[in-house]
């Protein structure tokens, strides 16, 4: 049985629903947040709550919980799992109301809690990397906001599927933005590249990770727009996000990248995103 959590309850998955008036389901109206758990430890609790706090104040939310009340119902949840490895979907909607687009008044936002078995790519596919499209990106301009309303994500992201492809990488203007539901860096000349954080992209915690730990290693970093020729020509090309994690890319557009397979500098950030993640768990906090 999986239990979820629903409006201050915890119950069985069949029993949770939501009146079709809900303005997620009506308008796709609310924000989300992906939260891995390993060892049964949240993975950067804390930047999950702040970025989800961002997402709400962006669309004019309250936030119906402090970071104390949603670390105790997170707590609580995982509490009804076995597993040690986990990933946890936390999902807030403006609430049920006739439909009308303008915000309804006085209306109590819909809070809905489930877990799942954490499936990271396997250790296979990190040896072989992975192959990934492109396409242009035209989703709307605050990709920054975790919002609920994921059609054009959905619709680029089948493009990859549809082509036995992992993911669709996206460019806008001729610049490199992001992955369907990822982040993207380039390797060139021993250099990480990451595309800065701002309206075209979600500011991924797992890209946090990574550029805070090639800072503290003195791996050479730079933060600035990537041209779709420079993104073309790179040595090597890894997807993050917190399913994820830090993935190489080995075909683009059915063309190898760098050699072919994952380079030295995956392998790098890699190890030491494994040993991050074995300090927080050994901490007990995130
Ligand atoms: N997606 N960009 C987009 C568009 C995303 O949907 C995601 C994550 C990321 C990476 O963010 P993070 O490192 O914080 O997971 C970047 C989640 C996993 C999802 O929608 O399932």
Redesign the pocket.
């Known amino acids: 049985m999986t239990t979820v959590y629903l409006n201050g309850k915890f119950l069985p998955i069949e029993k949770a629903f939501v009146p079709v008036l809900d303005r997620g389901f009506i308008f796709g109206d609310g924000a989300?947040e992906?939260i891995p758990v390993y060892s049964r430890h949240p993975f950067h609790l804390h930047e999950?709550l702040l970025?989800l706090q961002r997402s709400l104040d962006s669309i004019r939310l309250k936030n119906p919980h402090t970071v104390a009340e949603w670390s105790q119902l997170i707590k609580e949840l995982l509490s009804n799992y076995q597993e040690q490895d986990l990933s946890i979907y936390l999902h807030i909607t403006r609430g049920v109301a006739k439909r009308d687009h303008a915000f309804p008044e006085n209306v109590t936002p819909t809070v809905f809690m489930m877990s799942s078995p954490l499936l990271t790519p396997s250790q296979e596919l990190r040896d072989r990397g992975v192959s990934v499209i492109t396409a242009q990106d035209n989703r709307w301009l605050r990709?920054d906001i975790?919002s609920i309303a994921?059609l054009p994500?959905v619709l680029l992201r089948q493009l990859a599927v549809d082509t036995g492809a992992v993911e669709t990488i996206l460019l806008r203007d001729g610049f490199l933005t992001?992955?369907?539901?990822?982040?993207v860096f380039v390797v060139r000349n021993g250099t990480v590249l990451a595309p800065p954080k701002n309206e075209l992209?979600?500011p991924?915690?797992?890209?946090d990770v990574v550029i805070e730990l090639a800072t503290s290693s003195s791996i050479p970093l730079e933060i600035r727009p990537i041209s779709e020729a420079e993104f073309r020509a790179a040595d090597e090309l890894w997807l993050?996000?917190?399913?994820?994690e830090v993935l190489p890319i080995t075909l683009l557009d059915n063309a190898p990248v760098g050699g072919g397979r994952p380079g030295a500098m995956f392998k790098r950030i890699y190890q030491l995103y494994q040993e991050h993640k074995n300090q927080v768990m050994r901490l007990g906090n995130s």
Do not use: Q
């Not at 992001?178 to 982040?183: C, I, L, R, V």
């Not at 991924?204 to 890209?207: D, F, K």
């Open positions: 989300y992906v999950h970025r990709c975790k994921l994500n992001e992955g369907s539901a990822s982040n992209i979600l991924g915690v797992t890209y993050t996000s917190s399913t994820k």
